[in-house]
């Protein structure tokens, strides 16, 4: 397993952006997909998207898409959620996650997928 740490939250306007990251301690990176999810006030967490091992591969969730941008270094152990145009929707702590590598796309939209998980940080959208 590898070890999680998100970064970069924080409280922004509505329509600005911010840069999340991840960095990951443990054994190499590159085995794992990467995914972030989102838990919003009194809702259950949701799938944002996630990121194959090369970083070539990446899939979001219809209300990101277009918005939002992963990225990953696995030189550096990190992964990155560009989140642009934000919205007063996007208000939650935002996790990143591991999950071994090479199942199919729809597998990895499932939180219990992850065996890996960072304590999150926390995206506040004002309006």
């Known amino acids: 397993q590898v070890t999680l740490v998100e970064s970069g939250g924080g409280l922004v306007q509505d329509g600005a952006s911010l840069r999340l990251s991840c960095a990951a301690v443990?054994?190499?990176?590159?085995?794992?997909?990467m995914g972030w999810f989102r838990q919003a006030p009194g809702k259950e967490r949701e799938y944002v998207g996630h990121?194959?091992?090369?970083?070539?591969?990446?899939y979001y969730a219809d209300s990101v898409k277009g918005r939002f941008t992963m990225s990953r270094d696995n030189a550096k152990n990190t992964v990155n959620l560009q989140m642009n145009s934000l919205k007063p929707e996007d208000t939650a702590v935002y996790y990143c996650?591991?999950?071994?590598?090479?199942?199919?796309?729809?597998?990895?939209?499932?939180?219990?997928?992850?065996?890996?998980w960072g304590p999150g940080t926390r995206v506040i959208v004002s309006s």
């Open positions: 443990g054994r190499s990176f590159s085995d794992y997909t």
């Open positions: 990121i194959d091992w090369s970083g070539g591969i990446t």
């Open positions: 996650a591991a999950a071994a590598r090479g199942y199919g796309r729809s597998f990895y939209y499932n939180e219990g997928t992850y065996a890996s």
